[in-house]
Structures are given as structure tokens and as C-alpha cells.
């Protein structure tokens, strides 16, 4: 597998540039804001969705201020989710760094990501960049329903795997699709190609999910598996499929356990072990491996160069990566 150091070497000048336009777009005349996003930048993550909404472009074409303003806009609405993500979850930390609203408090955390989320659509506007505003007003309301559908769900706990991936395709793949599609924009306008971009973006990111889903109840770095999804009762894909396996008797058991005991630790080792017992990681990293690969198809419709080897290779890393 390659590491994003070596997935990222065919853009670093572009990401270098990319990291002063992301900059620029967050200052503020508020004191307290400038502060906030100072923190918000110095704990920055592995930048996922502008590195392949630059390398999307640059398979494309040549990378250019528009694909710039899409990485910003992209990686503003995604910093805006995760800060309301936080709030939502009640979640101290974030990427192991005290969250924003465990460091500023709820109120001010809510603001700071409707201010993120203002100067991502501002962005668009300021440069004129209409069509990328469209489809990332688009993302924005995928991915709040999906959120919202978690939540309902959680309360009853009757997630199919159908709704399952209506939940995750809204909460996850949306964005990683449009930071395709909105790197594809910033260089063509040939439709075919979006099409095959969108396609390579949107299982890329139902791959995503699922390896999230796998790694939350999978050793970590400690030994231990986080399982925070089991503790706030999200039915994730290695559950959903174990439920499914299972006689009638057991499932209704199990949920029943989630249900009424989510964060006693013999429920949780209970539930640790039904999964297993009934092959539902297995069965979901499949599935994970399905959807890589329906991206890889996708991928190989557009031209081949250094920036679609990368893509490629991130295909894999998003797969096998370990946080």
C-alpha cells in the first residue's frame, strides 16, 4: 500500500498552494474567530477530499484558481460538519485534539461552523464559480438529512442495509463525490467524464464508511477497539450484517441489549462477539472491497497519468489504511 506522502507527490506544489487559499479563506476581523481557526489549521487532518479534488483536476487537465476555490469550498463545508458533528455527538476530542466546543463551549462552536460553512458558499460566489455552489448546496442538504436519518434511526434501531447505505451515501459518499465532481468542473465540462468521476467518488466514498465502520470495532494502535458506533447505538454495516445472519431469536436479543444497555461493557463485548460469530465484519469487508473496486472501474474510463495512479492508489489506501 502507499502512503499519502507518496499518493500526494504528484500535487504537493498544488496542495501547498491550496493550504494558503484555505488560509486566506478563513480569516476574519474577529479576534476570537482568527484564534479558533488558527487551531482549526495547526490540527488539520490528512486533507482527503481537496487532495482528490486536486488530483481529479489534475488527471484532467491543468490545475487552475477554480479547482483552488473547489478544494477550499470542500474542505470548508467538510471542517464546518465535523465542528457541528462535535456538537452534535457531544465529542470532547477530534483527530486526538480537544475538540472546539470542548475547548470554546457548544454555543460557540455552532457559530464557527455556520461561519466555515458562509465562507465556503461565499467563495463561490465572490469568483463567480455558480455551478460549483449548486453542487455543493447539494451536499450540504445530503448530507443534514443523512444526519438527521442516523439520529431517527438510532432512536428504533430498524436500520436495513438499504437504509444503511441511504444514510451513509447522504452522510459520507455525498462529500467525497463532490470533491470529484467539483475538481472534474474546474477543468472540463465534457459530461461523460463527470459522469465516470462521480461514479469514482461516490463508491470511493461508500468504501470510506464501511472501513471506518470495520476500524471502529477493530484493535486499534492501544489493542482495543474504540466501539463508539455500539456505545451511541449506530447500526454500522459489520452489525447490520451479523443481524442479518442471525435466527430471529438472537437478533431481537442483541438489539434488545443495544437497546436498553449500549454502554455496559458486557453488552459490548457481547455484541463484540456476535458479530464475529456471525461473520459480520467479514461480510462487510466484502463489501467494502466491492465498492474499491466498482471506483477502480470508474477510474479507468478517464486518462491514465501519474494523478489517476494516485487516485488509484488512494483507492487502496482508504481500504487498508489503520485510522
Request: proline share 2%; with cysteine; net charge neutral.
Amino acid at each position: 500500500m502507499a502512503s499519502l506522502s507518496e499518493i500526494k507527490k504528484p500535487v504537493l506544489t498544488e496542495i501547498a498552494l491550496f493550504d494558503s487559499h484555505f488560509r486566506d479563506a478563513m480569516k476574519s476581523r474577529v479576534a476570537l474567530l482568527d484564534k479558533i481557526t488558527y487551531y482549526i489549521v495547526k490540527t488539520k487532518g490528512k486533507q482527503f477530499r481537496p487532495l482528490i479534488c486536486i488530483l481529479t483536476a489534475k488527471m484532467l487537465g491543468e490545475v487552475n484558481d477554480k479547482t483552488y476555490a473547489a478544494a477550499t469550498l470542500v474542505e470548508l463545508l467538510h471542517t464546518a460538519s465535523l465542528v457541528h458533528d462535535d456538537v452534535v455527538d457531544n465529542a470532547d476530542q477530534r483527530r486526538s485534539f480537544f475538540s472546539i466546543n470542548a475547548l470554546w463551549k457548544n454555543k460557540i462552536a455552532v457559530l464557527v461552523g455556520d461561519y466555515l460553512l458562509s465562507r465556503g458558499l461565499l467563495t463561490a460566489l465572490s469568483k463567480k464559480y455558480f455551478d460549483l455552489l449548486e453542487v455543493l448546496s447539494v451536499a450540504v442538504k445530503e448530507m443534514s438529512e443523512g444526519e438527521l436519518l442516523q439520529l431517527e434511526k438510532a432512536r428504533r434501531l430498524d436500520i436495513t442495509e438499504e437504509i444503511y447505505y441511504q444514510i451513509i451515501r447522504q452522510k459520507t459518499a455525498s462529500l467525497i463525490r463532490v470533491s470529484c465532481r467539483c475538481g472534474a468542473q474546474s477543468v472540463t465540462e465534457d459530461p461523460a467524464v463527470i459522469e465516470h468521476v462521480s461514479i469514482f467518488g461516490e463508491q470511493l466514498g461508500l468504501a470510506f464508511q464501511i472501513k471506518d465502520d470495520l476500524m471502529d470495532i477493530n484493535a486499534d494502535d492501544t489493542g482495543k477497539p474504540k466501539i463508539l458506533d455500539i456505545k451511541e447505538k449506530k447500526m454500522t454495516l459489520p452489525l447490520i450484517s451479523a443481524l442479518q445472519a442471525a435466527p430471529a431469536g438472537i437478533r431481537k436479543e442483541i438489539i434488545s441489549d443495544i437497546r436498553s444497555r449500549s454502554e455496559d461493557e458486557a453488552v459490548i463485548r457481547k455484541v463484540l462477539s456476535f458479530i464475529h460469530d456471525y461473520k459480520g465484519a467479514q461480510i462487510a469487508h466484502q463489501k467494502m472491497n466491492q465498492h474499491r473496486d466498482i471506483a477502480l472501474q470508474a477510474l479507468e474510463q478517464l486518462p491514465a497519468n501519474v494523478a489517476r495512479n494516485s487516485l488509484s492508489q488512494l483507492c487502496y489506501f482508504v481500504t487498508e489504511r489503520t485510522s
